[in-house]
């Protein structure tokens, strides 16, 4: 019965919040051009177009690299897999951390105890470590081994909130009220106690695609990326061994750590605006 | 108490063990030789391969049944014997890691403390001042969503290209030796300076984020109401406040130790530091497994040894872990 | 008197508006008089304990005058208020067993808070001795940390932490809602063996429950949707009130030794108005029996025998 209105609310304070708005806003923007971007250019990010290191002019809007290839080129097509890696790693570490949030949460006891032994030891591991040691024997790794691997070590995060908000649920009066009334426990969840915990998922997921993108950036940059494509931490990556900076070819890697700086932060400051929005007490009075 | 350190150990037994398993089996599973194929990859010359091989064949002991090799591989951890680089043969690869570990040190200690304990001044000025969190909360988010590498870029082109204020690269001057003195100290440091603010800036934006939400949420507990009703001064209920706010920032302490690894690698990276991050990458590109298995290794241990340091020093500081409760287990 | 309160209005603003949590609400506490003040969730009661020590946003005074031993409490002042607070006036608050930091040991939190205060701990300290005697407290607790405390322990620990200056005024909040029947006991007849012993001089209970008030209560407050529908002394008010509330509000208390089978449990049919557009008049007229047009305009809160208040406009109907 509260539900149409509890929706009515949050859609009310949607529209008041300008974190929300904000950084929504320019997430977008760079979703628009991730998507239109390779269609504005006529290149592939590693032809030949010019020869190397001009700066931005109004053929190459981003100049050129040390090899010739256009930087614009290069900087759309990363954002597409910097996109990518962040809603399949993400919605991965997202997926993986409710699953086992959710289960310890609600039937807590030995279950909870093995479940939250075993999201302390992922966490504690230092998962960049662990990937160096696989990467030295892959000759080949694509995009989605990227980000299974980045979902693999980064539900943690995302398991130990749901397990909180799980647990601090199961005990409220409703669900114990569709016990009573001999609901099926499957039915409970999805009925009682899931409406309730939507919001939280929602926000899990932002912090977990925001991480994701953040973590790809770190492993693209150090080499050990997908093999083929071109992402933003590649870029980096590429102006860092080609002495970019000390050639003051600024537009080679300022445009792809401040997309990702921009992209991630206003995921952060969407985040705020949006539990403000779901969390009464947060909101400005 | 103990029940909290028991689960605590056994955490990292169970990760310990897991890790060096691992460590041990991926080139076991591979198929072919692995010995040949790291030496094959490293291309070294013939006497030099032969040593190596017969070393290696004794570690991963392939005339010897699995579980032996497993043992030998744990006992000569047990004695410090990582092995020996292909890169840099015949250098044991524990030696060349100690070389790199002060470094790191230098750079990591302070990096982390600094930037822990500042972001936890700030943040706790912008849980009480309005105008405050409306200006520091913004920027301190955009830090944290800032690229560990990128920052780092960033500070080496304005300070040291384009301003020439810092060096950017190595950790002294190419043209001096490490000494005690003077000229080479202040050389240190002068390279020092970067690396350093490109760690701690991007920190001091998690920190400070996560300070400012701990302590309104303690402002709003129920025992901050009651100081309040009976007429506390905002002094005592704000010292309360941010004792216990600092407790679960202490647990996110140790696990920032784990996580730092990765922004350390990519800072050492732009730097040429030469910490065991800048290491690991030079292994990588000389295809020298030994090396990197060797500091993966001891980067594991070093983060599993802190985290229980760490944990050892909350169980002073949180009473509730001490008297049967879990606190931030 | 002791304490005067005077047409004391306060509202919780909202996004939405104004809550009109308080309205108009005028009447006075005698020396050493246990006053209950009970009525159903959301009447307000909690927001006139609130109000009277620490009216802080999102409550906001509107209009009113309060005066304790002759003297004004600028309860709209935050700053001010502090030099009353803990001293004139003291709150056993609701959230008792949360109440004390549970990283300080709890002596030490007292002793922290007296100085706070500037009063010293140590010429204090026989006296609270004694008065964890009369709670049954050892004085161990004091080494303890708060998560070594039962509820019930840390609830007579709070109680205790707040009479410690003797206050002229005591708030207690919902003490006995979370205990069980033989604590609610032990509880309430602390209670007023502070009072007797004098270490606090008026005591307004709040609670939900009449029984406890039946107890320990010289007189009753009864309020209704943010206003003051009856008060008198506890004999009056629960064997022959005046107010159609009181009246239904009593009869729906089961009693012992009857059964369901015999007696049916009456209700009251509907619920409480929303007080963010209050009715205007009588807050009860909706589910009142007696109501009739001069409903529509407020009922004061007037005496009609001695001590005994009623704003209704059929009392004694």
């Avoid at chain 3, 003051?228 to 208390?253: C, F, N, R």
């Amino acid at each position: 019965m509260a539900q149409p209105r509890k929706q009515n609310e949050a859609l009310y304070f949607m529209r008041r919040n300008a974190k929300l708005q904000i950084g929504v806003a320019f997430v977008f923007l760079f979703i628009i051009l991730a998507l239109v971007g390779p269609l504005l250019t006529k290149y592939q990010p590693r032809d030949y177009v010019a020869p190397g290191a001009q700066p931005p002019s109004s053929e190459f809007w981003f100049g050129t690299t040390s090899f010739g290839e256009d930087v614009f080129t290069q900087f759309v097509y990363g954002l597409r897999s910097t996109f990518l890696v962040g809603i399949v790693g993400g919605g991965l570490g997202t997926l993986i951390g409710i699953l086992i949030g959710f289960t310890a949460g609600y039937r807590g006891g030995i279950v909870d105890e093995i479940l939250n032994m075993l999201t302390n030891v992922v966490l504690v591991v230092p998962s960049l470590v662990v990937l160096l040691i696989v990467a030295a024997y892959l000759e080949v790794r694509g995009l989605v081994f990227e980000s299974v691997y980045i979902a693999l070590f980064s539900w943690p995060w995302a398991a130990r909130a749901i397990r909180a908000q799980t647990f601090s649920l199961r005990s409220r009066d409703f669900v114990d009220l569709g016990r009573l009334s001999g609901m099926k426990p499957l039915k409970i969840i999805f009925t009682e106690i899931a409406p309730n915990m939507m919001s939280y998922l929602l926000l899990t997921f932002i912090l977990q695609f925001g991480g994701a993108i953040l973590t790809a950036a770190t492993l693209d940059f150090i080499g050990l990326g997908p093999t083929e494509g071109m992402s933003l931490g590649l870029m980096m990556n590429n102006a860092t061994t080609y002495s970019a900076i000390m050639l003051h070819m600024w537009w080679w890697f300022i445009p792809p750590g401040l997309a990702i700086t921009a992209i991630v932060g206003s995921l952060y400051i969407t985040n705020v605006g949006l539990d403000e929005v779901f969390n009464p007490k947060l909101r400005e009075t | 108490m103990r029940r909290y350190f028991g689960r605590k150990l056994l955490i990292y037994i169970i990760t310990f063990i897991l890790a060096v398993t691992v460590d041990w089996a991926i080139p076991r599973f591979m198929p072919g030789n692995p010995v040949e194929i790291l030496i094959a990859r490293a291309g070294l010359k013939a006497e030099s391969a032969k040593l190596i091989y017969s070393y290696y064949m004794k570690a991963f002991g392939l005339n010897v049944p699995i579980w032996r090799q497993y043992l030998n591989f744990w006992i000569a951890l047990f004695h410090g014997d990582l092995g020996v680089s292909l890169w840099l043969f015949p250098q044991p690869v524990m030696k060349i890691i100690k070389q790199a570990v002060p470094y790191d040190i230098l750079l990591l200690l302070p990096a982390i403390l600094l930037s822990w304990l500042a972001g936890n001044k700030f943040g706790a000025y912008a849980a009480r001042s309005k105008w405050l969190d409306n200006t520091i909360s913004p920027l301190a988010y955009i830090l944290q969503a800032t690229p560990y590498m990128w920052l780092g870029m960033l500070l080496a082109w304005l300070c040291g290209v384009r301003l020439h204020l810092l060096p950017f690269s190595g950790a002294y001057s190419n043209a001096m030796m490490p000494s005690f003195s003077w000229s080479f100290v202040w050389s240190l440091l002068q390279h020092w300076i970067l690396p350093f603010a490109s760690l701690f800036i991007v920190q001091f934006g998690g920190w400070a984020i996560g300070m400012r939400n701990m302590i309104i949420y303690e402002l709003e507990a129920d025992y901050s109401h009651y100081l309040e009703a009976l007429g506390a001064p905002r002094k005592l209920v704000r010292s309360y406040a941010f004792h216990n706010a600092l407790l679960p920032q202490i647990t996110g302490l140790a696990l920032q130790l784990g996580a730092i690894v990765g922004g350390a690698l990519a800072t050492e990276i732009v730097f040429s530091y030469p910490g065991i991050g800048f290491l690991i990458l030079q292994a990588i590109q000389n295809h020298d497994y030994f090396l990197l298995q060797g500091s993966c290794l001891f980067i594991i241990i070093g983060v599993l040894l802190a985290n229980f340091l760490i944990d050892l020093a909350y169980v002073l500081v949180d009473p509730r872990t001490r008297v049967g409760m879990q606190g931030e287990g | 008197m002791s304490l005067k309160v005077e047409d004391l209005t306060v509202y919780y603003q909202t996004l939405r508006g104004d809550v009109h949590a308080l309205e108009s609400t005028t009447f006075g506490i005698a020396d050493g008089e246990i006053m209950g003040l009970a009525g159903e969730s959301g009447c307000g009661k909690t927001t006139l304990g609130q109000s009277l020590i620490f009216l802080h946003p999102p409550m906001k005074l509107i209009k009113g005058r309060v005066t304790l031993d002759n003297k004004e409490l600028p309860i709209g002042d935050m700053e001010r208020m502090n030099d009353f607070r803990f001293k004139k006036v003291s709150i056993i608050p609701q959230y008792a067993m949360n109440a004390m930091n549970p990283t300080r040991k709890i002596g030490k939190m007292v002793a922290e808070l007296l100085k706070s205060r500037h009063v010293d701990f140590k010429s204090l300290l026989p006296e609270l001795k004694r008065r964890l005697d009369l709670v049954k407290l050892s004085y161990d607790v004091l080494n303890m940390y708060p998560i070594e405390l039962s509820g019930g322990m840390k609830q007579r620990m709070v109680m205790v932490l707040s009479t410690m200056l003797n206050p002229s005024l005591l708030i207690a909040d919902e003490i006995t809602s979370a205990l069980d029947v033989s604590s609610q006991k032990a509880v309430s007849e602390m209670l007023v063996q502070f009072r007797d012993q004098g270490y606090c001089k008026s005591v307004i209970v709040i609670t939900h429950d009449i029984s406890v008030l039946y107890q320990i209560a010289d007189t009753i407050l009864i309020m209704y949707a943010g206003q003051l529908a009856e008060k008198g002394p506890t004999d009056v008010i629960v064997h022959s009130s005046q107010h159609p509330y009181t009246k239904m509000l009593i009869s729906t208390l089961p009693e012992v030794g009857v059964r369901y089978v015999d007696k049916q449990l009456a209700g009251i049919p509907g619920g409480p108005p929303l007080l963010l557009k209050p009715p205007v008049g009588c807050r009860f007229k909706e589910r009142c029996p007696l109501a009739f047009e001069k409903c529509l305009e407020k009922p004061p809160f007037v005496e009609t025998d001695k001590n005994h208040f009623v704003a209704c406009w059929k009392a004694g109907a």
